[in-house]
């Protein structure tokens, strides 16, 4: 089928390089001119693993193509996915600009039937309004359907191929038709729904992940005041398949460029359609508190720290990502500067360049973590990365000036952390809490038949 996708972020360029990938002849168009020189010459401009080869393979085959021009790609489009950005407005709510340029910019260069499917995740009520922008200019048929996008950054195209379900709103049966043969060739449970309820089962489902991080967070606090281990409580928890053991990872709480701006765009939808969702008031509150716990933790454990250097491993939002949108770090960098921390440093495997862009202009980036540590007052590990597992800590220990850390994201095994010299404290984690040396941080040791 031939397919345009108008934006290459990380949901538009994933989406229009593996649709290429199942055979469909795909256009993917982006205002940003440099991104598209990039993409042209098969050069991804984000991060995310096996992207890049499969837009070269796509390229090479003839499948994928990048435009900077709307009109040009349409012209034999039979869908068109719209990917572009819904980022907060100051209320906190989802800033629909974008989306909406892109439905003026097809109603004026429209000139055949199309499907229009709205990826960019937004309110209740939008597909509908786009299809009302479209008809101003366009007087053909064009049905609006909504396909929300529930990727993860870092295993993208792995979940694009993989998913645990794709949702379709439709208003027609040949619409349905149409979307279930764009994803014939990805085997998962497709779930057909009205317009309304897809676009509401998106922010639904972020915001019940995001529940499940403050509410273990929140287990994590109590567990730190009554001398429980909050893995050994998470994992127990897990087990009951009602519950599942994914999301109940305690830390210094979610950010990104979804979760912050989704919880905040449906608490706002629900105030304006007269519901208070006290319970999403909670889960905001409780993760912005965690950085601040976590700022606190540091804080006691250098003896204060004002005047101090810093080190912050890790600034993206979360691990195998160069994405820094709304990272906690980012937030923990500007409570650190607040607090009077005199140098603040940091290092992140992939998203120093971005990091840049955004972070104070204090904060010192660092391509070699051994190099920033050196004379360090103290360390916040900020980002799971998995190669921080395995740093030379004994090195870093003793290039710091003096060997505080505080893992904001529980990675670090604490018995060892602590026998290395550390002045180390994580989430949660009470270290005497396992009455058996066998329960090893982040490797649980379940004996059998004890159920
Ligand atoms: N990033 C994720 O992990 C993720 C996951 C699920 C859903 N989403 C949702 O998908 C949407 C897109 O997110 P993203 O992270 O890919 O955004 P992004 O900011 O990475 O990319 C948006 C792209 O759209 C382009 N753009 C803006 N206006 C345009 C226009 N008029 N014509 C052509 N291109 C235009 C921008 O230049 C940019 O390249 C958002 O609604 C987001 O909430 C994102």
């Known amino acids: 089928m031939n397919i345009v996708v108008v934006g290459t972020g990380y949901v538009g360029l994933v989406t229009g390089t593996c649709l290429a990938d199942l055979g469909h002849r795909v256009t993917c168009v982006d205002i940003d001119a440099r991104k598209i020189d990039f993409l042209k010459r098969g050069t991804s401009p984000i991060y995310e693993e096996g992207l890049e080869a499969l837009i070269q393979k796509n390229i090479h085959l003839g499948n994928l193509l990048f435009f900077t021009s709307l009109t040009s790609a349409v012209s034999d489009a039979e869908i068109i996915f719209i990917a572009v950005g819904t980022p907060s407005d100051v209320s906190g709510k989802a800033d629909l600009q974008y989306v909406y340029a892109v439905a ?11 499907i229009v499917v709205n990826k960019s995740t937004v309110p209740v009520g939008t597909a509908a309004e786009v299809g009302r922008m479209i008809a101003q200019n366009f007087s053909g048929a064009c049905e609006v359907v909504s396909c929300p996008e529930f990727l993860r950054e870092g295993t993208a195209v792995n979940d694009f191929f993989h998913p645990d379900r794709i949702v379709l709103g439709v208003r027609s049966r040949a619409a349905e038709d149409v979307m279930l043969k764009v994803f014939e060739a990805v085997q998962c449970p497709k779930v057909v729904t009205t317009v309304e309820s897809a676009e509401m089962i998106k922010y639904a489902s972020n915001a019940f ?3 499940k991080i403050s509410f273990i967070n929140e287990i994590a606090n109590i567990c730190e005041r009554v001398g429980a281990n909050v893995e050994e409580v998470a994992y127990g928890m897990g087990l009951d398949s009602r ?11 979610y950010g990104g460029s979804c979760f912050p701006k989704d919880i905040r765009a ?8 007269g519901y208070d969702f006290k319970l999403l008031k909670g889960v905001i509150e409780v993760n912005n508190n965690q950085r601040l716990l976590a700022v606190e933790k540091l804080n006691r454990l250098t003896g204060g720290l004002r005047g101090k250097t810093i080190a912050m491993l890790g600034v993206a939002f979360k ?7 709304e990272s906690a770090a980012i937030d923990i960098s500007e409570l650190l500067l607040e607090r009077g921390v005199r140098y603040l ?12 862009k955004i972070l104070d202009k204090r904060v010192a980036l660092f391509e070699d973590p051994y190099a920033m540590v050196q004379g360090c007052d103290g360390m916040m590990l900020a980002t799971e990365w998995e190669q921080f597992r395995h740093l030379d800590w004994q090195k870093i220990r003793s290039m710091m ?3 505080v850390l505080v893992d904001g994201r529980n990675l670090l095994d604490p018995v060892r952390m602590q026998r290395l010299g550390f ?8 270290l005497t809490a396992s009455p058996s040396s066998q329960f090893k941080t982040n490797r649980v040791v379940v004996r059998e038949g004890n159920k």
């Open 423 to 430: 002045l180390y404290d994580s989430i949660g984690r009470t």
């Open 319 to 325: 691990s195998n990502t160069d994405d820094v949108r």
């Open 401 to 403: 000036r003096t060997p």
């Open 345 to 356: 440093r940091t290092h992140d495997p992939a998203a120093l360049m971005n990091a840049k």
């Open 209 to 211: 992940l995001a529940t």
């Open 243 to 253: 519950i599942g053991n994914k999301f109940l990872r305690a830390g210094i709480g």
């Open 266 to 273: 449906l608490n706002q939808i629900a105030g304006i359609n």
């Open 104 to 114: 003026n910019e097809l109603g004026q260069c429209l000139d055949h039937n199309v």
